[in-house]
């Protein structure tokens, strides 16, 4: 993959969903976006691969903070991301040599191609999570050592804060979420800034080709009127862990985030629900799907992703879109194996978020 | 006034308790610090004039930001208000001149001096509010149109942020009131950089030598076992509104400030309340006393001072140090008159503390 047009956003905006598990924000109004700065540049994205960022060159990875119930409401100015990077350039008295996606899930894998049009950078192909995660120090980049300081909020008004010494990762999710939640409840977060040398070292490779080849497949299945469950599924090496209709959704948004839990009643027809429960499943959110159970068991936890489709056209279900009756399929499919590392259950493992289970992995890996 | 020495630091450190009317932090923290950095530099911290500074030069104000509750148990590490200067300085690639006090009221009136001696520069003499206010947008620089931006926080644990670019002061103070909550409850300003034109255009001029003044008064009547509160208001053309005991007091820790209500009782020998009313004195607080009421009737708002002064020796008390059955005498004394126009009342007049009664100035001006 070495560019993104106007052909491609449908696709990626699918994938991205799907990799959301939830959160990440909405791929539409993001889409909607893109799509427009595509047309009004007249050209596509170029997306480059980590290994040809010069080890010395300086990269950020950018995306949005704050609930998806809020940035769904509270719309973009639509510069401020870009505001936020040059913010930081002439701070560090050095230019950018490529945007770096955040999150690949959900509506911030569309919002870097964005600024990075407006900029005139490349994308590189990849991200730090390989799915969606409600906190800013739950990623490769952070997990792995690169320094949270400087980074940068800036909120749709011009205003922009730059932090360019901060002794942890957790008071840099502690300081952003704080002020976040003062800009309106969503902002635009550009960090880390790191050198080609640790991009290469902590990235998550070629997320953006997988969330393009996701929302191929799901489009390809629309076109044959097939359901698309099963085929993503198998192409990012999970499983279909129920389908069935959701039966109650408990949300609301403290702190920032979006949390809640939804119950899902399996389907009677045997045949439409091999691999199902008897019972009714149930997930908990904080913005992402984290935790899924059925029959009194534990049947996926963070960071491995459980995501709602929609169950006749596959369309991914954000966290603040779940509502009753909706007919969903669920999927369970691997973590990326960077997230499965000890280092790195210890920030996105079940416990890291309170559950106190233990992390038992899906089969095989993400990517 | 051209240098501050040990010998002049209880005199000041009284002085700004009075113009503190209650709020801008301990004085006697600060004190300590200052006594400490004074013996260990080995010199006097060098006072300058406003017009002494270039038009060109730069200046920073600096101060605490917090509710007096939290700093006086939450000590400052020391050095939070250099790295913030420093920090700006780099940012902005240019030097600072000069240390200018944001707000002469209370500790806040000593912490820059602080800063100048590790920094190695003067102060100037003079402030932006002329007593102590809650809100950062409630001084003269912002009153008269110095832009917020850029500013610094600092906390504790070598934390910095800096905001290069914000729309209001409101919303600088919202921001950083937000942030210094997320610190802790207490945190390190550094706002507004200046130019040597800027501040010249909006400083309250020679409030640290009127600081010392009235401390001096102070020491002098104690040294004569006479009550200071007369001689004090005389000296700031004010007068002593009434003396009595404190019989209840009502004070919370919200959303970073200190609130509430002080009721003060009458003495009987009439003599001793020649000014007296017959009922008993109401003061409201918002880290600062911002309201006196008796006898059914408004007697002092903001911007006036009304100041605390223990009865006997005339220690000013700050809001956080109120309690039960302290015998007081209860200063108003008049605003500075750079406190009184139409721009600076929308700020600091009752009204924008939410009390609905028209502004009744005291006769005559601070200053």
Known sequence: M??????????????????GTGG?????????????????????VTII????????????????????TVSNEKLQEGQE??????????????????IVIGEIGGGNALGPMITALQCGLPVVDGDGMGRAFPELDMDTFMI??????????????????????????RQAEEFARSLTIEMGGSAALVMPVMTGAE??????????????????????CRARSMEPAETVAALCNGKVLFSGKIIDVERRTVQGFARGKLVISPFNASQRNP????????IEFQNENLIARGSGEVLCTVPDLITLLTLDDGEPIGTESLRYGM?????????????????????VGPRAFGYDVDYAPLPGDLL
């Open 199 to 220: 991009l290469k070292a902590t990235i998550i490779r070629d997320t953006l080709s997988l969330a393009k080849r996701i929302g191929d497949a799901v489009l390809k």
């Open 2 to 19: 070495n560019q993104v047009t106007l052909d491609d956003t449908q696709a990626i905006a699918i994938g991205a969903g799907v990799l």
């Open 327 to 347: 007919r969903v399929a669920v999927l369970a499919l691997p973590a990326p194996k960077e997230l499965k590392t000890p280092e790195a259950l210890a920030v």
């Open 24 to 44: 990440g924000g909405s791929t539409y109004l993001n889409r909607l976006r893109l799509n427009n700065e595509l047309k009004r540049r007249g050209g596509p």
């Open 275 to 282: 691999h199902a429960l008897r019972q009714n499943l149930e």
């Open 49 to 68: 691969q980590a290994d040809d960022v010069p080890d010395d060159a300086l990269v950020c990875a950018v995306g949005g903070m704050g609930a998806p």
């Open 81 to 98: 991301i870009k505001r936020a990077v040059r913010a930081l350039e002439a701070h560090l008295r050095q230019e950018m040599h490529a």
């Open 144 to 169: 792995y050592g690169v320094a949270p300081a400087p980074f940068a909020l800036a909120d749709s008004h011009g205003n922009v804060a730059i932090f360019p010494r901060i002794d942890s990762a």
